[in-house]
């Protein structure tokens, strides 16, 4: 067997996956031929999402465990799928490596990427790997959904509730840990884990498409105000959101003087900062009341209005009304 | 609209596509939302595949053309579903460059991209961007057969004859004029074209597959002996290849003594030279004569036989047998 073989077989035995030679239901063929073939019977539809992660872009090499670089390409890609409100299935994988990291390296992604495909219920049924001076990820996911029932960005209605899912701003307050080298306290693990390992919310997102509940949704990954005005522009309408309702990470209590020294700003990470994967969605007041249903409700929260004129405006505690400019990150935006 | 969005919608006018907003015959949502959305009829195969092309790997950003750059990643990713006989019909794209090439660059890559999927009648239905130090792109494509009629590489039986499409090693030729830096010179335009632009031969496989005249069949992406191994791997078998009748590049004739230097062995570019995306495939003996009514069928060679022995074993002029090692380009096998 030539080493793209080994390196396949490899990929194989560590995450769930769809082999050639296993029929699995519909998946007639799986990874080791040209190309993965899946039979799909005609009655729901599919979604399908890819996602870049990169070295030096989204995870740095030497900070960022390569467990949580293999858990957290699969989680996030798979976000976009949750948040359309389907069941994750299958993926396929491009996978650039240097040598250097073909041995350790590679099998601690392999087992975080096991991880999430476990916690996901997905498997991998194909991909591409070759050799790269930096490590560059890219994941095609597709999910499956009631025909018809994909919650899109587009539909929010002047008069909808907005709401979100989680405190915003976890995944920031991971990232600042990380930057400022503090990640390796033993007492700050648990805020590390939103932004190393971030939680998809698949459930709910099944559970809202199925009820038919929000008129429309997406997840939050470049952060609530880049987001929401995506949401806003697809819908062609604006929103009005009540910052004290946003809820925001927790910053942990009674810490060492150098995480005070970062000044760090709880409703503006949970405003700006992005990698959360919480969920953004409008509803109608006529569901809000279905809404109380949902698995997990307790953390839904309301935080505003979506409203007739397109702007997006910020209601501070005094009840004064300023534009919320989009801040989170952007493609382009450093370099 | 903030910069990921302009960007979106520069690719979407370059690219044929389907956008968020027109309801194109089964992808009720294209790019622009989360995820695409695929309303399968259920009646057909889909198939799917990825590819990564990398700069410094796949291509080099000095000495390609963006234009090709953009071309060769559709084509070379949808030259997998070609050889299931699939017709391709949809990709998605992550593209990370960095901002020096989101100009010209871009256009360029685009023009080169729109093309290709215009050739291929493939749309465009999702993506993701972003920065990056170099240029990666990351291709997953799908495409539609016959629901149990597509060609996967596993099913060649002893006595089978081996095909091969086109004249093989022309894109190593290519290549190499490109690192020797003949690729100005004008009478050779026409020998970089089969590394620069390659033609998937759709219509062929298409052919194939509906016609169930291969028992297996994959594409030539790393080397005749490197994928002529996989195939046999793939069947547990083996195969003798008759080096006299292996259809090889034909080197330019009257050239200047620099590309004499080179000492090009066209014998030598057909068995181990990558990236011409030729068809592999076997044939029982029983259906060789139905194989005269392909499309093309005089750019199909029969070079060998499948054999019950697991070797692969090449025939000398003289008749002296040789095993046939693969020599194709391998991903890690270089740093």
Request: glycine residues 10%; proline residues 5%; hydrophobic residues 40%.
């Amino acid at each position: 067997m030539d080493r793209e073989g080994q390196l396949v077989e490899k990929i194989a035995r560590a995450v769930p996956s769809v082999s050639a030679r296993k029929n699995f239901r519909g998946v007639p063929l799986g990874i080791g031929d040209d190309a993965a073939i899946l039979s799909p019977h005609g009655r729901t539809d599919w979604v399908l999402s890819c996602d870049a992660f990169l070295e030096g872009v989204h995870f740095l090499a030497n900070a960022h465990p390569p467990d949580s670089v293999g858990y957290k390409s699969l989680a996030r890609a798979t976000s976009d799928l949750a948040a359309m409100g389907a069941t994750p299935r299958y993926f396929v994988l491009t996978l650039a490596l240097p040598s250097s990291k073909v041995g350790k390296w590679l099998d601690a992604f392999l087992a975080g990427m096991g991880r999430a495909a476990r916690t996901l219920k997905m498997r991998l049924i194909g991909g591409d790997t070759t050799r790269n001076s930096t490590v560059s990820i890219s994941v095609t996911v597709l999910g499956e959904v009631p025909r018809g029932r994909a919650l899109t960005r587009s539909g929010a209605n002047p008069g909808d509730l907005v709401y979100v899912t989680g405190r915003l701003g976890r995944a920031q307050l991971g990232l600042d840990l990380i930057r400022n080298k503090l990640s390796r306290r033993r007492e700050l693990q648990n805020s590390l884990t939103a932004h190393l390992y971030p939680q998809i919310r698949v459930k709910l997102g099944e559970w809202l498409a199925r009820n038919r509940i929000p008129s429309a949704m997406m997840d939050i990954s470049d952060g609530l105000s880049t987001d929401l005005a995506r949401l806003c522009s697809a819908g062609g309408v604006g929103a009005r959101i009540d910052s004290s309702r946003v809820p925001r990470v927790t910053i942990p209590a009674g810490l060492s003087r150098s995480l005070k020294k970062l000044k760090l700003n709880p409703l503006q990470m949970a405003l700006h900062g992005g990698d959360d994967y919480e969920f953004l969605f409008t509803v109608p007041r006529s569901r809000a009341q279905r809404l109380r249903r949902a698995p997990g409700y307790s953390e839904i929260t309301a935080i505003g209005e979506i409203t007739r004129s397109r702007r997006i405006l910020l209601i501070g505690d005094d009840g004064t009304a300023s534009p919320l400019a989009s801040g989170g990150w952007e493609p382009f935006s450093h370099k």
